[in-house]
């Protein structure tokens, strides 16, 4: 087993969020809502049937930073991640 997935299936201390968030990949966003969130990882359910790549940037609403996700399991909308690095700074907008 890989040390994401086990990292993954391990990480017991998830707290419910329910948070809007917004998946990116390549040129491509797609709307999701957090459910739960631990330092390791997260589930998500996403709002269309939209392809998910296996590596994606997840941003949540009202948090400063965007994780790197790893897909672990996909059921119908839903989704578990992992994250692959430590938090990183969301990318700035434009010039303010």
């Known amino acids: 087993m890989s040390t994401t997935i086990k990292r993954y299936k391990t990480d017991s201390q998830r707290t419910a969020l329910m948070k809007r968030g917004t ?15 631990s330092t390791g990882g997260a589930g998500l359910a996403v709002e269309s049937d939209a392809a998910i790549p296996f590596a994606f940037d997840l941003e949540i609403e009202s948090e400063p930073i965007r994780r790197h996700c790893i897909l672990v399991w996909r059921l ?5 991640v992992t994250f692959e690095f430590d938090r990183v700074q ?3 907008s434009g010039p303010v």
């Open 23 to 37: 998946i990116f990949f390549r040129n491509t966003s797609v709307g999701c809502l957090v459910l739960n969130i």
């Open 76 to 80: 119908e909308r839903r989704l578990g």
């Open 90 to 92: 969301r990318p700035e």
